[in-house]
């Protein structure tokens, strides 16, 4: 398999690190945030033109969409939630859950499951805007989170180095490890929920098979330092990795083996850590963010060797 990359745009605006991009998948438009409070909109049809939807005080880790209400969920450190009309760019509510960072954001059945600084998992039920449940499985840091709703579960990465996993239903713990050596910065499962990938700041690169009870398939020396996130291709079969090392990595979702390394030597790539990724399914192309304040465009066609 040959991949071909090419840089078709780099967005500026943000004016500190950019720490996560969220996207409606219905659309072209996606979501940027990062270390100076500024949420904005950009749409790949036309990339170059940014909107300001919000200004948050503190920095932000987490964004979710929500598009069946057209609305956008900001985590802001240290004081909670916001809940952003996308249409009016209004925000129509907020709700004060925590004292600590807010890492991630994942939204199933009208609920928010949000990853804390302080070691909490916050399930918040949407329509009523109230907590439904503290779920403290550590003292350190949850970092990630990934759901299956094939199994009812959900899976949490902490800065404890355990992954854990809990019923989506009962919200009771089901499985907890030790899976890294380090924090581990980032959880998906593969497009078929048979598999759990894992990402860690010790490099690492692991799967892990679902059933029964998440033996170990791999462990992957995957990047030179922290691995930073990872995302599935809109066809599920390709992911890539991107990470403090600069770079970004294109592997096989079927072999597991890397295919394509992009950076700035090769390709023109971030001059420094990239944090998180986005995989469009418009034109099949890749969004990048980066602590360079940058977020590039990668197109991405791959061609039979």
Not at 145 to 170: C, Q
Request: proline share 3%; with cysteine.
């Amino acid at each position: 398999m040959k991949i071909q990359v090419e840089k078709i745009n780099t967005l500026a605006g943000h004016r500190d690190c950019i720490y996560t991009l969220a996207a409606n998948p219905t659309d072209t438009h996606f979501f940027s945030a990062g270390g100076d409070g500024m949420v904005a909109r950009w749409d790949l049809h036309q990339p170059e033109i940014g909107e300001l939807i919000a200004k948050i005080p503190n920095s932000v880790y987490a964004l979710a969409t929500i598009p069946t209400q057209n609305h956008l969920l900001i985590g802001q450190n240290y004081e909670g939630l916001h809940w952003i009309d996308l249409a009016s760019k209004q925000e129509i509510a907020s709700l004060k859950i925590t004292n600590a960072a807010i890492f991630d954001i994942q939204i199933i059945d009208n609920q928010a499951f949000v990853a804390c600084g302080d070691g909490v998992v916050i399930v918040v039920d949407m329509p009523t805007m109230n907590v439904r449940k503290h779920l403290k499985a550590s003292d350190k840091s949850a970092r990630c989170l990934a759901i299956n709703p094939l199994t009812r579960e959900f899976a949490v990465g902490y800065s404890d180095n355990f992954i854990r996993v809990f019923d989506l239903n009962t919200l009771d713990l089901k499985y907890a490890w030790q899976a890294h050596k380090n924090s581990i910065f980032t959880l998906q499962y593969s497009p078929d929920f048979a598999y759990l990938l894992s990402g860690s700041r010790d490099a690492h690169l692991k799967i892990w098979q679902v059933a029964p009870r998440y033996p170990v398939v791999q462990s992957i020396v995957a990047h030179l330092y922290a691995l930073n996130h990872l995302v599935f291709s809109p066809d599920g079969q390709y992911f890539a990795t991107c990470s403090m090392d600069k770079s970004i990595k294109v592997w096989s979702a079927h072999t597991w083996q890397l295919l394509k390394v992009i950076d700035k030597a090769r390709h023109a790539g971030h001059a420094t850590s990239v944090n998180k990724l986005w995989w469009s399914d418009y034109q099949n192309l890749l969004i990048s963010a980066s602590d360079d304040r940058m977020i590039s465009i990668w197109k991405l066609d791959f061609l039979e060797s």
